[in-house]
């Protein structure tokens, strides 16, 4: 069974920042395309960056262009989330997520708290 486990979340003030690490055990960690998502009480979960299974492609919204980098190490089975130059509506849970394919569903980790004070 696939499980996703995130550590590396926490408070922080603006401007700083805050490394999320996620490790996939279960699975063959190569073979899966990986995300970040992001929950605020009250909103729609949202996908701040995804990677493919290489490392060759990322994507993010222009709400975190810039400041956020995701990277994976497929030797580890570990896919990161560099958050720089944090901001107050950055604050939210963090999840992590893969997949086997555009058309899988997703398996998620159990989430990180990241809180950034002004």
């Known amino acids: 069974q696939v499980q996703l486990v995130e550590s590396g979340g926490g408070l922080v003030q603006a401007g700083g920042s805050l490394r999320l690490s996620c490790v996939l055990s279960?699975?063959?960690?190569?073979?899966?395309?990986m995300a970040w998502f992001r929950q605020v009480p009250g909103k729609e979960r949202e996908r701040v960056a995804h990677?493919?299974?290489?490392?060759?492609?990322?994507v993010y919204p222009d709400s975190v262009k810039g400041r956020f980098t995701i990277s994976r190490d497929n030797a580890k089975d570990t896919v990161y989330l560099q958050m720089n130059n944090l901001k107050p509506e950055d604050t939210a849970v963090y999840y992590c997520?893969?997949?086997?394919?555009?058309?899988?569903?997703?398996?998620w980790g159990q989430g990180a708290q990241v809180t950034v004070s002004s």
């Open positions: 997520a893969g997949r086997l394919s555009d058309y899988a569903p997703y398996y």
């Open positions: 279960g699975g063959t960690f190569r073979l899966y395309r």
């Open positions: 990677i493919t299974e290489s490392g060759g492609s990322t």
